[in-house]
Structures are given as structure tokens and as C-alpha cells.
């Protein structure tokens, strides 16, 4: 078992060579911070502010590096054809911002289309242009002006096409990638294709650092937009993650969405349980982790999640392979739980039992289910994630989870 564990290191899938995403990365997204969700408002301010929370939280110094701004910070084309950012919300302008943001150790990310225009056009009363016509001069412009972060959607013109135009689609998102390894001046961005996996599918890797599995998510538990939904996207559908590119379930909504413009309030719309299901399950899927809430406002619960030193730790470790679901793990229940299983490069193996259920559940699983070498008689050092609690265990072990909840935990022999 362990010269097949160690070959199956030795293989570790690779993805976008591009000098970026060698790790996956954590930061803070504009989309849900300063109102609902798809209101999208952002300018100066607020991402001086974000980087000042960033610092003054912890935050920065385990790993939040990111500032990425969604459909809020763009203006029209000047004569050039050149994109310009928003004189009102941002009278520095790109560069210097970037600069600035470079000069404390964070990153700035930003946001484009690859049609003719973006999905929102964050509140203001004209459609703002997508990339459609300009891949290569808007890769050189994201490259002059210091960018680390591209997210790249799918609006304007090009969804007149869908579904019949997915061939179009994986040309369009090839056609911009080549754009960014060839930028003038050359610099490593991590883009990322927030469509692209419709049309590459398992090829995305090959061509963007961050790729969808699925629809966008929303601070819900089910529905389309999901957490639960997200989950189990990744689960069946999803390209596992590997360093140079990582699967992006979206943004963490931890603590819930701004309530109005400017406002630094949280309208939560899940349970606390919940908010600990995501950000478990993005950790162990190795997706991005970009909260999308106002960290301005720290509460209780959002520094109990964000400032998880294990599983951050855990995240950030590409040396194996992401979880994997285990089929029946749950003491053969598969309906209403979930177990899901990586192996770490100790030998050690993190498990995470999900309850699916709408009331609380006593949930089991067999030790021999996770690893087959772990038989009857042998005993087992339980710590947990969350509760930084440790119980040795022999054969299985029950565990008593919240309504959607999850315990997280990490395996290993006991010496």
C-alpha cells in the first residue's frame, strides 16, 4: 500500500504551467460584500478598507492574499479600444491601485467577460464591455497594469449561441488563455474560466488556473445555487484540482451577504451548520476560498471559520490529491450522508462525514472504509478539526451532526 501511495504521489496531476495557482488561492471577492448578491458595488474605498480587514483579522497572514473585484470596476473603451476602469469609483486607477495593493503583500484581481459585454454592469445604467474582439489587448492591459487575478465569465453576445455553440465556446476560452501566455509585458495571472469547463471539460486544466463545475452559488442551502448543490457537483462531475489549476465552486458566503449598499451588515442566509459545510467541503475540494461577505464586520462565526488554522493548512497542502466521496461510506447510507476521504503526504487521512438530512443525525462509519489497512484491533487518533478535540477509536466510530452539518476530522494510528 505504500509504494502504491507514493507512485500515486509521484503522478500528481499537473495543470496550467503559467507561473500562477501553484497553490490554491484565498482572498476576498467583491460579489455579496456591499449589498445582495449581484447588486456588485465596489470602488476605492471599499478595497482599502477590505485590505485593511484583511490585515487587522489575521487574515492576510494565513494565506487571504487576494482582493478580486467582480462586475463593479470597469468603464467603457477609450479611443483606443483600451479598457478603462471607473473615474468615480476609482480615480487612482488600476496601476496604481495594484501597485499599492503589491506594496502590503496582497493581490488584485479583476473581472472581464469573453463576449461583447459582462453579466451585470455593477449598478450602473449602460451595458459595460466584455473582451470579445480584444482578448490579446486586454491581456496586455491586465499584464501592464499588475494583475494577479482574472476571472473570466460568459455574457453579451455569446449566449445567443448557447446551447448549440459549445464548440465556439472552447475556442473563445482557448483563443483568451493563448492571449495571457503570450501577454506583453509577460506575467503570471491566474485566469480563471468561469465557464470554461462547459466547453473544455477535462481539458480545462490545460488552458486556465480556475475552472466552474458548476452554476454560480448564492448563500442558500439547495437550489441551483446551492451549497449542498456545489458539493455535489464537484463530487460527480468535477476535475479534481492540481497544482497550476483548481476547481472554483465559487465564493465562500460565510456569514452571509451584505443587506444594502454600503452597508456592513450580514443577512445570513444559511445556519451556522451550514456556513461550516462549505467551507469544510471547499477546503477539502481544494477550491479557491474568495469570501464574498463583508469582512469589514467580522462576527463570531466568521472568524470561527475563516480562521481555521487546520483546514487552511490542509487546503494549501497540493502535495496529494483532493477528497474523494467514499459510495456507502456512511454505514451504507448514501441518501441522506456523505463521507469523503484524502489521503494526506503523512499517511494520515482527513475525513469529513456530511449529514444531508433536515434533522440531526447520529452518523457512523468503519475505519477500514477509509483506509483497508486499518482492520479490526486497530486503534485510531481521531482529532477534530473543529473542535480541536482528540478520541481514540477502534474498528468505527459514531459521530452526532447538526441539521446539514459535517464533522471534520483527522486519522492517523496511534502510537
Not at 481555521?308 to 441522506?336: M, V, W, Y
Amino acid at each position: 500500500m505504500i509504494e502504491i501511495f507514493l507512485a500515486a504521489v509521484a503522478g500528481l496531476l499537473q495543470g496550467l504551467d503559467n507561473g500562477a495557482g501553484r497553490i490554491p488561492p484565498m482572498g476576498w471577492s467583491s460579489w455579496c460584500s456591499a449589498g445582495r448578491c449581484g447588486l456588485d458595488y465596489c470602488d476605492s474605498k471599499i478595497v482599502l478598507e477590505a485590505a485593511d480587514a484583511l490585515e487587522s483579522t489575521g487574515m492576510a497572514q494565513l494565506g487571504y492574499s487576494f482582493i478580486v473585484l467582480d462586475d463593479c470596476w470597469a468603464d467603457k473603451r477609450d479611443a483606443s479600444g483600451e479598457l478603462t476602469a471607473s473615474k468615480e469609483r476609482f480615480p487612482m486607477g488600476m496601476q496604481s491601485l495594484a501597485a499599492t495593493l503589491h506594496s502590503r503583500g496582497l493581490k488584485l484581481g479583476l473581472y472581464t467577460s469573453a463576449g461583447n459585454a459582462t453579466c451585470n454592469s455593477g449598478g450602473r445604467p449602460y451595458k459595460i464591455p466584455g473582451s470579445e474582439g480584444h482578448y490579446q489587448q486586454d491581456a496586455d492591459t491586465f499584464a501592464r497594469w499588475g494583475i494577479d487575478f482574472v476571472k473570466i465569465d460568459w455574457c453579451g453576445d455569446v449566449k445567443k449561441i448557447w446551447p448549440d455553440g459549445l464548440p465556439v465556446m472552447k475556442k473563445r476560452y482557448i483563443e483568451f488563455s493563448h492571449a495571457f501566455n503570450k501577454s506583453s509585458p509577460l506575467r503570471p495571472i491566474f485566469i480563471d474560466g468561469v465557464a470554461a469547463f462547459l466547453g473544455l471539460r477535462d481539458e480545462t486544466p490545460e488552458y486556465y488556473n480556475g475552472w466552474r463545475s458548476f452554476s454560480d452559488h448564492h448563500d442558500i442551502w439547495s437550489g441551483e445555487a446551492g451549497t449542498i448543490t456545489a458539493i455535489e457537483a464537484q463530487a460527480s462531475i468535477g476535475v479534481p484540482g492540481r497544482p497550476g489549476g483548481w476547481p472554483d465552486m465559487d465564493v465562500l458566503t460565510t456569514g452571509g451577504q451584505g443587506c444594502a449598499p454600503n452597508s456592513t451588515l450580514h443577512c445570513p442566509g444559511q445556519t451556522n451548520a451550514e456556513y461550516i459545510t462549505e467551507f469544510t467541503m471547499w477546503a477539502l475540494f481544494q477550491s479557491p476560498l474568495m469570501v464574498a461577505t463583508d469582512i469589514r464586520n467580522m462576527t463570531p462565526i466568521m472568524s470561527k471559520i475563516l480562521l481555521n488554522k487546520d483546514l487552511i493548512s490542509i487546503h494549501q497542502d497540493t502535495r496529494t490529491p483532493p477528497a474523494e466521496h467514499i459510495f456507502e461510506g456512511c454505514d451504507g447510507d448514501d441518501q441522506t450522508c456523505r463521507l469523503y476521504k484524502r489521503r494526506m503526504y503523512d499517511g494520515s487521512f482527513v475525513v469529513a462525514i456530511l449529514n444531508m438530512d433536515d434533522a440531526p443525525k447520529t452518523r457512523k462509519f468503519k475505519f477500514s472504509t477509509v483506509n483497508r489497512d486499518w482492520g479490526s484491533g486497530v486503534s485510531i487518533e481521531a482529532y477534530n478539526l473543529w473542535d480541536k478535540a482528540t478520541k481514540v477509536y477502534q474498528d468505527d466510530m459514531a459521530v452526532d451532526i447538526e441539521t446539514h452539518g459535517i464533522v471534520a476530522l483527522r486519522l492517523a494510528i496511534k502510537k
